[in-house]
């Protein structure tokens, strides 16, 4: 102990000690709400484990959605270096999402079914900020929203962007601006529907990757939806996986099939001319 912390036993290399009339680390980040969020219901020791995974996967979410209604206005109003920032930031917290089911991979079948019978009906299939997420990005479902009619904030949010263009949309309209010729009716949709390949569409991305001199920020647009894509990706197939490990073929939890129903998701594209341009470059 040096002379000065004899001094003053409540000095710490002159780092602030009292806190009785000053925010706290603490307090800035609502650690005391944060960390008694969690409310096992089984005895099993596991369940900690199964909790958080997911309550941190919901922060990520949360974030991932604050950028993404951000890269929407930026696209809107053609400012484009800011949402580049933000879809390489929502493409890196997917990577986070992706490694999040290693942690969880340590649960075996027999610690998961020791847990199962006190989850009742809860699934993630039932996040509605997830389901945000997938609206805002395009893979639209207007039947999903019965699952959130007992949340009515989380309704209205879903409802609103349903009817809402989605952030490829907005990326297809600022085409049209830069003087690509797209179909009238491609950008006069039912806004409601799933994104549906559009070979105007398609041809406009082309001379962009054709000329990307000539083209740079769309370019680079383009390149940022891509990783965000594959990130997305990769995170379907290692949610897939993990529950295969975990529970095998068993139905989920929230009456989903399970592994069969989220295989079939693997199949969905989000931004799909981007995609099949690649073979005809």
């Not at 005895?43 to 995974?53: A, R, S, V, Y």
């Not at 690509?180 to 991305?205: G, Y």
């Not at 529950?243 to 009456?255: A, C, D, L, Q």
């Not at 099939?257 to 693997?266: C, D, F, N, P, T």
């Amino acid at each position: 102990m040096s002379t000065d912390d004899k001094k003053d036993p409540a000095s710490w290399h002159g780092a602030k000690m009292d806190f009785t009339e000053a925010m706290s680390y603490g307090d800035y980040l609502g650690l005391d709400q944060i960390l008694t969020a969690q409310h096992p219901r089984s005895p099993n020791h596991n369940e900690m484990l199964f909790i958080i995974q997911h309550q941190t996967s919901e922060l990520w979410l949360k974030l991932m959605l604050h950028e993404m209604h951000a890269v929407r206005a930026n696209l809107r109003a053609g400012e484009l270096p800011p949402a580049f920032k933000m879809l390489a930031r929502v493409a890196r917290i997917m990577d986070q999402l992706v490694h999040a089911w290693d942690v969880l991979a340590t649960l075996t079948p027999p610690e998961y079914s020791a847990i199962r019978p006190y989850l009742g009906a809860s699934s993630g299939f039932q996040s509605h900020q997830y389901r945000e997420l997938e609206f805002i990005l395009g893979n639209k479902n207007a039947a999903l929203l019965a699952v959130h009619t007992k949340t009515t904030h989380a309704y209205e949010v879903l409802e609103r962007e349903l009817h809402a263009p989605s952030v490829y949309d907005e990326a297809i309209m600022l085409l049209a601006r830069s003087g690509f010729d797209i179909a009238a009716d491609r950008l006069d949709r039912d806004w409601t529907q799933p994104t549906v390949a559009d070979e105007s569409v398609k041809a406009a991305w082309l001379s962009v990757y054709q000329q990307p001199d000539k083209y740079w920020a769309l370019y680079e647009l383009a390149e940022k939806l891509v990783d965000l894509e594959t990130a997305f990706r990769f995170w379907r197939f290692r949610h897939v996986t993990t529950v295969e490990r975990v529970i095998g073929f068993k139905t989920g939890t929230g009456g989903t099939a399970g592994v069969s129903y989220l295989r079939k998701m693997l199949d969905v594209v989000l931004f799909p001319e981007l995609f099949s341009l690649r073979t005809a470059l």
